[in-house]
């Protein structure tokens, strides 16, 4: 499974990215590079071939790289971003998704779409209505994946659809009920327990913040690499926002 795993770095602003649904607390921006470096590491370790899309230092939320684009398959769908203030992210990364040598196509208004929004299972593509992401741009990304199953869920009260719910290796979805309702959800123990990143095979990455979540998943079989994403979970992030893995 590993291929490709696109980053970006933080830069000096990241204190500054939107927050919408948790109070703002102080971000220390060079702890944040740290921490992004080992997250960075942790993929590498797992084999992914990691690159990096240029530096926007100055747009705070830039190393969410996920919300920028959707890969799938070859195809890169490059979003447009609920949050106006963050549209400009998706220039630089469209660039680094040609140089990959994706097919580069576009959500167009009056759509929008956040990649934080989309979570790929098998043949099926959920993709959250929220604040962030409209009816146009999820029946757009149905066009422009005909061949997969796309299923719009019902958000309450966060961010975006893979801040409520992911998938483990198995398929089977993990996440808050309060959050979103989907069959066959699997509770984590901690908030951010629902968050996961496959790293391919049993393995998995998580946020150090949920241990009794990496203690489960290990019961279960799965392999659990655990890394501090602190600073970016007062911005409302969690690991899977931070890479987009391109399968080989």
Request: charged residues 25%; aromatic residues 2%.
């Amino acid at each position: 499974m590993p291929g490709l795993a696109l980053v970006r770095k933080p830069g000096p602003r990241i204190a500054e990215g939107i927050v919408t649904h948790i109070q703002r607390e102080p971000v220390d921006p060079e702890r944040a590079r740290h921490q992004h470096d080992a997250y960075v590491g942790a993929l590498a370790a797992a084999g992914w071939r990691v690159t990096y899309a240029p530096d926007a230092d100055e747009l705070p939320d830039a190393p969410f790289v996920e919300d920028a684009v959707v890969v799938s398959g070859r195809l890169a769908v490059l979003t447009r971003q609920g949050a106006p203030e963050r549209r400009p992210e998706v220039e630089s990364v469209a660039a680094a998704v040609r140089e990959l040598g994706l097919k580069a196509v576009r959500i167009v208004p009056p759509g929008t779409l956040d990649g934080g929004d989309v979570l790929q299972v098998g043949p099926t593509v959920y993709v959250g209505r929220s604040a962030r992401t409209n009816g146009e741009g999820i029946a757009q990304l149905a066009g422009l994946l005909p061949e997969r199953d796309v299923v719009p869920v019902d958000l309450t009260g966060v961010l975006h659809l893979k801040s409520a719910v992911t998938a483990l290796p198995d398929g089977t979805l993990i996440g808050d009920p309060r959050h979103v309702d989907l069959p066959g959800l699997l509770a984590p123990p901690e908030e951010s327990g629902a968050h996961v990143v496959l790293l391919g095979g049993e393995r998995v990455l998580m946020a150090a913040s949920a241990p009794q979540t990496a203690a489960m998943l290990e019961k279960r079989g799965f392999i659990v690499t655990k890394v501090d994403i602190s600073e970016f979970e007062r911005l409302e992030g969690c690991v899977t926002c931070l890479s987009v893995l391109v399968p080989d």
